[in-house]
């Protein structure tokens, strides 16, 4: 299995931009997808999560101005992201838990390669 994130990019404070993340190969189910971030010299954290029902959990900086959603049938998610700050600057991960096959209940965690995103005037 293999997540693609793209989308990232140099945006002004206030701006938007959406980024991809698109998962391939063998995948029966996707249990839950994230956005992760990390920002230069901190530690990577949660930016927002999705349940398969659909639940959502976002961190209390980004809320009310990132939205996560999702295409099932294409195994991808997207995050859109309005008035950035410069705060959110980082490099933004892809995760998903998903189940490979129908034959086994394991469930296999993943990660795409990372997308920058840069706020700057």
């Known amino acids: 299995v293999q997540l693609q994130a793209s989308g990232g990019g140099l945006v002004q404070p206030g701006g938007s931009l959406r980024l991809s993340c698109s998962a391939s190969g063998s995948i029966f189910s996707i249990n839950a997808m994230r956005w992760f971030r990390q920002a230069p010299g901190k530690e990577r954290e949660l930016v927002v999560a999705i349940t398969s029902g659909g639940s959502t959990n976002y961190a209390d900086s980004v809320k009310g101005r990132f939205t996560i959603s999702r295409d099932v049938a294409k195994n991808t998610m997207y995050l859109q992201m309005n008035s950035l700050k410069p705060e959110d600057t980082a490099v933004y991960y892809c995760?998903?838990?998903?189940?490979?096959?129908?034959?086994?209940?394991?469930?296999?965690?993943?990660w795409g390669q990372g997308t920058l995103v840069t706020v700057s005037s």
């Open positions: 995760n998903m838990w998903l189940r490979t096959t129908s034959q086994s209940m394991e469930i296999t965690i993943h």
